[in-house]
């Protein structure tokens, strides 16, 4: 697992007032962070956003204190032809409409490290359901059992996604809006950390300025995100790590 989600069920969260201070309004387009792919105007169509997060709902987040699921699809086997399995049909459909949008706007060969023709890898889906006031710990996915190319989808809510580089000393926070997606390769994948901050609301550039100080506060609600990564060779066999 990353960080530390299983403690956020446990959690107080924050009182809605007064809004906790704030740095910068949250950029509303990709940051200049090598590898991180963002089109904010990309959107998956809403019919599709709304039965994957319902599914999602109902099969995995039966009760309160569940806020996170792991999903496991294998390569297809050299002996067989047959489709990968393990994923829900529906997840299925999900990962060939994210490649359709994202086919025009992504380097070729970042389009096709996340969806190759034929997998050779295991994929992970992972799953995370956000009340307001939760986040995730700033982190990189874990470097031993997860290979490059990472793609996530939000569903119900927009949040800020905090995007930290140790070496260059730099920080940018990213609103990522419902039914957006985001893409990490490379730097974006190694070398900068990814998080969400424990927040009920979030302070957003406005559309209409160009200047990082001229924001709007958006208030978040459930939030449920998924996330696609490869399993690195050996990483399939989960542990209690
Ligand atoms: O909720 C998200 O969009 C990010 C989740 C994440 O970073 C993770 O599970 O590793
Ligand atoms: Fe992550």
């Known amino acids: 697992m990353d960080g530390t989600r299983t403690e956020n069920a446990i959690e107080p969260h924050f009182k809605l007032s007064p809004p906790p201070d704030t740095g910068p309004a949250a950029l509303i387009d990709a940051p200049p962070i090598p590898g ?8 998956l169509p809403a019919d599709l956003a709304d039965s994957v997060m319902n599914y999602c709902l109902k099969t995995f987040f039966t009760s309160a204190n569940i806020n996170q699921i792991m999903l496991f699809c294998r390569a297809p086997s050299a002996e067989s032809s047959t489709a990968p399995s393990g994923l829900p049909p529906l997840l299925i ?6 490649s359709d949008i994202l086919r025009p706007t992504l380097p070729p060969d970042i389009h096709s490290l996340l969806f190759p ?10 799953i995370n359901r956000y009340d307001p006031g939760e986040g995730i710990t700033p982190h990189v ?4 059992r997860f290979g490059d190319g990472i793609v996530g ?3 119900g809510s927009g949040c800020v996604m905090q995007f930290a580089s140790s070496s260059e ?6 609103y990522l809006p419902e039914g957006s997606i985001i893409v990490m ?6 070398k900068w950390s990814h998080g969400i901050e424990k927040k009920t609301m979030d302070y957003v550039q406005t559309p209409d300025t160009s200047s990082a100080d ?8 459930m939030r449920m995100s998924i996330t696609f990564r490869w399993l690195l060779p050996g990483a399939e066999v989960v542990g209690s790590a």
Do not use: E, H, M, N
Not at 141 to 144: A, E, F, P, T, Y
Not at 169 to 174: H, K
Not at 185 to 190: E, F, I, K, P, Q
């Open 214 to 221: 001229g924001g709007r506060w958006v208030k978040r609600t």
């Open 185 to 190: 390769s490379g730097d974006a994948r190694y």
């Open 93 to 98: 459909s999900l990962l060939d409409v994210l």
């Open 169 to 174: 000393d730099q920080t940018y926070g990213v």
């Open 117 to 126: 023709t034929v997998p050779t890898r295991a994929r992970q889906a992972i």
């Open 153 to 155: 989808v939000s569903f």
């Open 36 to 43: 991180l792919f963002f089109t904010p105007s990309l959107r």
């Open 141 to 144: 996915d874990l470097l031993k």
